[in-house]
């Protein structure tokens, strides 16, 4: 539990609607698979569609996974009627992003009014271990939905 209370009681049913209205997390065939008030998890497997020249997972899919986990972390405990934009992100690609699969952990640091810092890593999870191959420090802005 991250300790957050969400202003929003129906913030599970906003937050999945709006995970399924993003194209593309369904084309990278990412999910859901955490949700909570200020945290939510992305998982997807590895496909060779969505792999670099080397076979690595791409720097950008790592950084869309990253940053919408971050996003719905934080539109998790915005109010009704809100929606999430980010308004800024810096990504460390700290090792190649090699592995069957991935989970994005999207963390709010710091709710606030209008802006909302999170934190989001990317793990390859691969032979029961987790391995860090990434780590974001992102704002979000609340926006009228």
Do not use: W
């Amino acid at each position: 539990m991250t300790g957050f209370i969400p202003r929003n009681p129906d913030f599970e049913n906003r937050v999945r609607d709006s995970f399924g209205a993003q194209t593309f997390m369904c084309a990278i065939g990412a999910t859901i698979t955490k949700l909570e008030p200020g945290a939510v998890d992305l998982t997807m497997d590895k496909r060779v569609d969505l792999c670099q020249q080397h076979g690595f997972i791409h720097a950008g899919v790592t950084t869309a996974i990253l940053d919408s986990a971050a996003g719905y972390a934080a539109l998790s405990l915005f109010n009704p009627g809100e929606d999430v934009l980010t308004t800024e992100f810096k990504v460390n690609l700290l090792r190649p992003a090699e592995g069957p699969r991935f989970v994005a952990r999207g963390r709010v640091l710091k709710p606030g009014k209008t802006l909302t810092v999170c934190r989001s890593d990317v793990f390859a999870l691969r032979d029961g271990e987790d391995v860090l191959v990434a780590t974001a420090l992102l704002s979000m802005i609340a926006v009228a939905g």
